[in-house]
């Protein structure tokens, strides 16, 4: 069964990996812009680090897996606390959005929950919005519930499209905060984030519309191959194959095709 990974940081894995996850099925990834495991100095930093990911992850997941690699890019909300770093970055970031490859905005939202991450979360809504560009949300690890309301208010607030907008790294506590919403809802396979059995839980529970799975494969502790298990996983609880592939291809699928540069075909 195929596969399509909405939040793999492939930057961060050998191109072992990338071969693994393309024999376990996964033909397409999405890889978001996020936090590079220490926090940068330079707006500089982010460029190359923009360029990388856009031009060479994508060349590269061609030639190690023979897979479909796209990018979304957007200031990370942990850096956006560094304000006059983040401002020169938000300056430059639509001349990124408008690249070939980049299906999407993302990662943005919330890390302490600060006025600084407030306004940069504000202010890419709205570039994503203008471009009509699909939106990765990050929830916080932190005081993810009331981070996850303010999410939801600050979405409404803007008056922003929400069926363009995925709300991920959701968890048993914030749910039923994003399902208030229309925007759809992601779950990251991944320690500390939740795992595979309570996340089938999850959707045994509410229902395969609009949601999606995804590894936030990185440096840490983590797993490419976290979706394909989780497929795996949902076949062996006795989930039709028809509900699994929602799950896996067709939602991700479906989210991704709002935008322009997304050129998978199933």
């Known amino acids: 069964m195929r596969i ?16 693994r996850a393309r024999r376990a099925g996964v033909e397409c990834c999405i890889e978001p812009a996020f936090w590079s495991g220490t926090d940068k100095q330079h707006a500089g930093s982010f460029f190359d680090y923009f360029e990388h990911i856009i031009e060479f992850e994508t060349e590269r997941a061609k ?5 479909d690699h796209y990018v979304t890019i957007g200031l990370e909300p942990k850096e956006a606390n560094y304000e006059a770093m983040a401002e020169s970055v938000l300056e430059r970031l ?3 959005l408008d690249r070939e490859n980049v299906v999407g905005v993302g990662e943005i939202g919330y890390d302490q929950q600060t006025e600084a991450e407030d306004r940069a979360f504000r202010r890419q809504l709205h570039m994503a919005e203008e471009r009509e560009l699909p939106v990765i949300v990050h929830t916080p690890h932190e005081n993810k519930p009331s981070g996850t309301e303010r999410i939801v208010d600050v979405i409404e607030e803007e008056g922003v499209t929400q069926e363009r907008i995925i709300i991920d790294h959701n968890t048993e506590e914030t749910i039923e905060t994003s399902l208030r919403t229309d925007c759809w809802i992601g779950f990251t396979l991944y320690p500390g984030k939740i795992e595979v059995d309570a996340a089938i839980d ?6 395969t519309d609009k949601m999606l799975f995804n590894s936030a494969a990185d440096w840490d502790p983590s797993d490419p191959l976290a979706v394909p298990k989780a497929r ?17 291809l067709e939602n991700p699928y479906e989210f991704f095709s709002q935008s322009p540069n997304f050129e998978y075909e199933l």
């Open 63 to 67: 030639r190690s897996g023979g897979m």
């Open 94 to 96: 639509p001349e990124y």
């Open 4 to 19: 399509i990974d909405p939040h793999m940081h492939m930057v961060s894995r050998s191109a072992d990996d990338y071969e």
């Open 232 to 248: 795996d996983e949902m076949l062996d609880r006795g989930w039709s194959r028809d509900e699994v592939r929602k799950v896996v």
């Open 202 to 207: 999850l959707l045994a529970e509410y229902g």
